[in-house]
């Protein structure tokens, strides 16, 4: 390609696809136990937090999990070859995070002014209401204005 001053426009270079290190690391310290952090030289790659999240959602590594909670200053081969030395060999899937269950940040916000509640206590209350309460309580707290459609 030529630019208006019909110099050439060089081509881009196509970028290198990331890897993504986690399943490879899960797999690997679930199931393969071939300690692909130092075969792929990756240790910076690895997400503790992640991890230790996902690996607690299996019932027979939530104990391991726990004790590396404890430790969160540990650098990351530590806590990946802990894991990779504790955990049984397993065919795991990882499974989907638990989100919360509320409806909107809008409807915190609107118990939280409503009861003058903490973030916490105002997440116990919405699990309790219902959604005619719920309404009833936006439209007390209803301060009037521009209403979005979204």
Same mark, same amino acid.
């Given at each position: 390609?030529?630019?208006?001053?019909?110099?050439?426009?060089?081509?881009?270079?196509?970028?290198?696809?990331?890897?993504?290190?986690?399943?490879?690391?899960? *797999?690997?310290?679930?199931?393969?136990?071939?300690?692909?952090?130092?075969? !792929? @030289?990756?240790?910076? #790659? /690895?997400?503790? &937090?992640?991890?230790?999240?996902?690996?607690?959602?299996?019932?027979?590594?939530?104990?391991?999990?726990?004790?590396?909670?404890?430790?969160?200053?540990?650098?990351?081969?530590?806590?990946?070859?802990?894991?990779?030395?504790?955990?049984?060999?397993?065919?795991?899937?990882? *499974?989907?995070?638990?989100?919360?269950?509320?409806?909107?940040?809008?409807? !915190? @916000?609107?118990?939280? #002014? /409503?009861?003058? &509640?903490?973030?916490?206590?105002?997440?116990?209350?919405?699990?309790?209401?219902?959604?005619?309460?719920?309404?009833?309580?936006?439209?007390?707290?209803?301060?009037?204005?521009?209403?979005?459609?979204?």
């Amino acid at each position: 390609m030529i630019d208006l001053y019909g110099d050439p426009i060089p081509e881009p270079e196509p970028e290198e696809k990331k890897k993504n290190y986690f399943f490879i690391f899960f *797999e690997d310290i679930t199931n393969i136990k071939t300690n692909a952090m130092r075969v !792929l @030289d990756a240790e910076s #790659e /690895y997400n503790a &937090y992640n991890m230790n999240r996902t690996l607690s959602q299996s019932a027979d590594s939530l104990f391991d999990v726990n004790d590396m909670n404890g430790y969160p200053h540990l650098p990351n081969a530590l806590q990946y070859d802990y894991f990779i030395n504790s955990i049984r060999r397993r065919s795991r899937r990882p *499974e989907k995070w638990l989100v919360d269950s509320f409806k909107s940040d809008n409807d !915190l @916000d609107v118990v939280k #002014e /409503y009861f003058n &509640y903490s973030n916490q206590k105002a997440k116990d209350a919405l699990l309790l209401l219902g959604d005619s309460e719920l309404e009833y309580i936006k439209s007390k707290t209803y301060k009037g204005g521009k209403e979005n459609d979204t």
